[in-house]
Every structure is written in C-alpha cells, then in structure tokens.
C-alpha cells in the first residue's frame, strides 16, 4: 500500500498534465516544441463581412439524434470519410478501413479549419462555433474521431497516434492539404488538443497553426 501511495502523485502528474506529456512526446520523436505555431482561430474579420459574422455568431446548427446528422438552416452538413488505418498505427498490427464522420461549412476555397472535439464528445461539441467560423471565410471542418459520435468505434487501442494519423488523412484527402498546396489552421478541445499537437508535430506540411484548450 506503502509503494502504491507514493506512485499515484507520478500517475496523477503524468495523466493530468498535458504539456508534461507532450513534453515528452516531442523528446521521444524528435521533434522541438518551436516546431508548434499557435495561431489565431478564424480568419480576420474585415469590414465587409462584420455583419455577417455578426449574424452567424448566434446561429447553431441542429442535430438529428436518429441519424446523427448535423444541419444549418435545412442543408445537412455532415458527410462521411474513409480512413485506412495501417496496422502500427492502429497499435495491434491489424490494418483497419474505417468509416468517419465529419460536418464542413464555409466556402469551399476558404482557408481549411479543422476542430477536432474532447474526450466523450463529437463534432457536435463544435455547434455554436462553426457557422460563425464559416461566416468568416473559413472552410470549417469538425471531425468526429474514430471511437467517438458517428464514426466507427472498433474494438482496438486508442491513443494520440490513430488520432492524429486519421486528422492527417483528413486534411490530405478531403481538405485538399499537403504537397506544398495549402496548410490548415488546427483546433482542439481536451485530447482534441493533444491530438492537434501531436499533428501540428508529426506533419507540419499539413498545418499552418494550431490552437488548443
């Protein structure tokens, strides 16, 4: 009992201190922390789009609970997404064709947003955000991670890895990053955060800044 008591303020640290456990991520790739770019979280709002932003800032968008289907003033926002998940990824060696969910709002040209939501949550967390972030210029996207709301929730080990590597195929596949055409901007939430790190570290030809809460 002894032992156990002066282990659990270690465990307590490791699991309740993000930065300590990036900390040691970043060592064990490779990768420095200046690598990671906070950056703002929209686009700049100009005069010419105020009002509308304005007027997006209190629209949320509507949720079917049967269908988990998202939709802002009848248009229907959600779409789905195929990720291949090599087997050293996944972490058991067994390669996985998943089936994701995401909502994208915002024109289609706009600079890429990616949101990716926290622990028991979904795009969903996003609602009252993404209208307002599209208002802006932004091509919105709110993905719902492999295990969470509408994806496929497979009986494997999670972790930052799968996370990550799906939000990489993402922004690659669907959002048209990478290759020295465009980055994008990255939010998170909770192990949203964690995983846009880990992103932002892993492949920086795919983003541009990230944000995290």
């Known amino acids: 009992m002894t032992s ?29 922390r200046a690598q990671l770019r906070p950056a703002p979280l929209a686009a700049e709002v100009t005069t010419t789009n105020k009002e509308e932003v304005a007027a997006a800032s209190s629209e949320e968008l509507t949720w079917s609970a049967e269908r988990g289907v998202a939709t802002a003033e009848g248009a229907v926002l959600s779409a789905s997404y195929r990720f291949d998940c090599p087997g050293e990824v996944c972490g058991d060696g067994v390669s996985r064709s998943l089936m994701t969910s995401y909502i994208a709002m915002g024109p289609e040209e706009g600079p890429p947003l990616l949101l990716v939501h926290g622990f028991g949550a979904s795009a969903y967390h996003w609602r009252g955000n993404v209208a307002t972030l599209a208002a802006a210029g932004n091509r919105v996207y709110a993905v719902d991670l492999v295990g969470f709301g509408a994806s496929e929730k497979p009986v494997m080990p999670y972790d930052s890895d799968v996370w990550s590597e799906q939000c990489a195929a993402f922004l690659r596949d669907v959002a048209g990053c990478g290759g020295g055409k465009k980055q994008a901007l990255v939010a998170g939430n909770s192990i949203g955060g964690f995983t846009v790190l880990a992103l932002a570290a892993t492949h920086p030809d795919l983003v541009r800044g990230w944000v995290r809460r």
């Open 4 to 32: 156990l008591t002066g282990f659990l303020p270690t465990l307590l640290l490791l699991f309740c201190t993000p930065s300590l456990a990036w900390t040691t991520r970043s060592f064990l790739v490779g990768h420095r």
